[in-house]
């Protein structure tokens, strides 16, 4: 019966779709979309009683309590995330990997801004707006909840907040051994810098 109801709403749409609105325009009505998506997909700023018990989500905290570590020169604004207990940055063969993949990008060390969140106490993406100023960020096996992001979004979907660009996946070290992975990421990648 669920089956059958939920076959009926996808008709539903589809029809409405089809006959108001061309696929490059698509406004659903915001009672559809509620029914689409029964669970928050943004989280108030003021309300963090949604957030999934399953993400652990250190203390706020708009203070970081370390200096401020990262490693290239930030020159255009995208911000790696990372999280290496044993590295201050990331591991070498992470690192020749990472360079790889901007290269592919069209992009350098120079360009972007890594930071390893195993180097802070408490660290939220306020912290990170805040001194990095990022356009783009790539949580590299870095859970959004992580940051204190109050938006969920699944690994390899471009999603944006407070006029950034967020991307989630897994880190490079599992990146590296997946020729799947890797071609998730590119298609992300791809979408993201307009390669």
Same mark, same amino acid.
């Given at each position: 019966?669920?089956?059958?109801?939920?076959?009926?709403?996808?008709?539903?749409?589809? !029809?409405?779709?089809?006959?108001?609105?061309?696929?490059?325009?698509?406004?659903?009505?915001?009672?559809?979309?509620?029914?689409?998506?029964?669970?928050?997909?943004?989280?108030?700023?003021?309300?963090?009683?949604?957030?999934?018990?399953?993400?652990?989500?250190?203390?706020?905290?708009?203070?970081?309590?370390?200096?401020?570590?990262? &490693?290239?020169?930030?020159?255009?604004?995208?911000?790696?995330?990372?999280?290496?207990?044993?590295?201050?940055?990331?591991?070498?063969?992470?690192?020749?990997?990472?360079?790889?993949?901007?290269?592919?990008?069209?992009?350098?060390?120079?360009?972007?801004?890594?930071?390893?969140?195993?180097?802070?106490?408490?660290?939220?993406?306020?912290?990170?707006?805040?001194?990095?100023?990022?356009?783009?960020?790539?949580?590299?096996?870095?859970?959004?909840?992580?940051?204190?992001?109050?938006?969920? &979004?699944?690994?390899?979907?471009?999603?944006? &907040?407070?006029? !950034?660009?967020?991307? &989630?996946?897994?880190?490079?070290?599992?990146?590296?051994?997946?020729?799947?992975?890797?071609?998730?990421?590119?298609?992300?990648?791809?979408?993201?810098?307009?390669?």
């Amino acid at each position: 019966m669920k089956n059958q109801r939920n076959k009926k709403k996808l008709t539903v749409i589809s !029809t409405f779709i089809n006959h108001y609105m061309d696929l490059n325009n698509i406004d659903l009505p915001q009672n559809l979309v509620a029914e689409l998506y029964p669970d928050v997909l943004v989280i108030p700023y003021d309300d963090s009683s949604h957030i999934s018990a399953n993400i652990d989500v250190p203390e706020t905290s708009n203070k970081i309590e370390n200096e401020w570590i990262s &490693f290239g020169n930030n020159e255009k604004n995208i911000t790696l995330i990372v999280n290496y207990k044993d590295s201050k940055h990331l591991p070498d063969d992470e690192l020749s990997f990472l360079s790889e993949i901007l290269s592919a990008c069209r992009l350098s060390i120079g360009d972007v801004a890594i930071l390893n969140i195993n180097n802070f106490k408490n660290i939220s993406y306020k912290d990170v707006f805040e001194k990095l100023e990022p356009a783009i960020v790539i949580l590299l096996g870095v859970d959004p909840g992580h940051i204190q992001l109050p938006v969920v &979004f699944p690994e390899f979907q471009v999603q944006s &907040f407070s006029k !950034t660009s967020f991307l &989630f996946s897994p880190p490079l070290q599992e990146l590296r051994n997946d020729k799947i992975l890797k071609s998730k990421l590119w298609v992300c990648l791809k979408q993201i810098f307009g390669i």
